[in-house]
């Protein structure tokens, strides 16, 4: 149903009626030659947020926790760990993006392209990192239990559990989770 004017409507009208619903707790109708919003029955507001189909670009290496931005503050906490430091790792070996972190043998994209003479290429799971995109290397150091690709594979939901004591990861998770994105695992593709 492109073109029906969905965006607009939402640009117009019901995003500055709840701005103005928040800060003067009255809904006033902004725009009036284009629309009213007035609500039926009580409505309550906590914050609003506005994510545009061009700001969350999609790439094989682009994944959830990228877009809620905690993949910073993770790996900040592994290269802390001891047996990290031990290692001589730094942030960078915790990011499949970096050639001290990522796969060898995938370039750190979970999987190999395999060419076939009739058709698209097929992916195949890289067999050196088992799809986890990290180099053997940065898989070894564990917090609370877990290496990173482990982390990656959980709900956010659960992260938001696991990273309950670290602030700037669990708040960004729970507005997430607040948007109704709980099954959604940190590692999932965008």
């Given amino acids: 149903d492109a073109g029906r004017g969905k965006g607009s409507f939402l640009e117009l009208c019901v995003w500055p ?3 103005a619903y928040i800060e003067a707790e009255d809904i006033k109708p902004l725009n009036q030659t284009f629309c009213r919003v007035k609500p039926v029955g009580p409505m309550s507001v906590n914050s609003l ?3 545009r189909p061009g700001s969350l670009i999609r790439t094989s290496r682009r994944t ?3 877009a809620l931005d905690v993949l910073v503050p993770m790996r900040e906490i592994f290269a802390q760990l001891p047996q990290s430091q031990i290692m001589g790792l730094t942030p960078s070996h915790f990011s499949w993006n970096s050639k001290q972190g990522r796969c060898p043998s995938c370039e750190g994209r979970g999987y190999l392209e395999i060419e076939q003479r009739f058709g698209p290429p097929v992916e195949v799971s890289c067999e050196e990192c088992l799809g986890t995109k990290l180099s053997q290397r940065s898989l070894v150091p564990r917090f609370k239990g877990l290496n990173l690709a ?3 594979n959980l709900t956010l939901e659960d992260a938001r559990s696991f990273f309950a004591h670290v602030r700037q990861i ?3 998770l729970s ?3 607040d948007f109704g994105l709980g099954y959604v695992t940190l ?3 965008m």
């Fill in 150 to 152: 482990e982390i990656m």
């Fill in 170 to 172: 669990e708040s960004r």
């Fill in 187 to 189: 590692g999932q593709g």
């Fill in 17 to 19: 009626a709840l701005e």
């Fill in 175 to 177: 507005s997430a989770i």
């Fill in 49 to 51: 947020h506005d994510v």
């Fill in 64 to 66: 959830v926790a990228a």
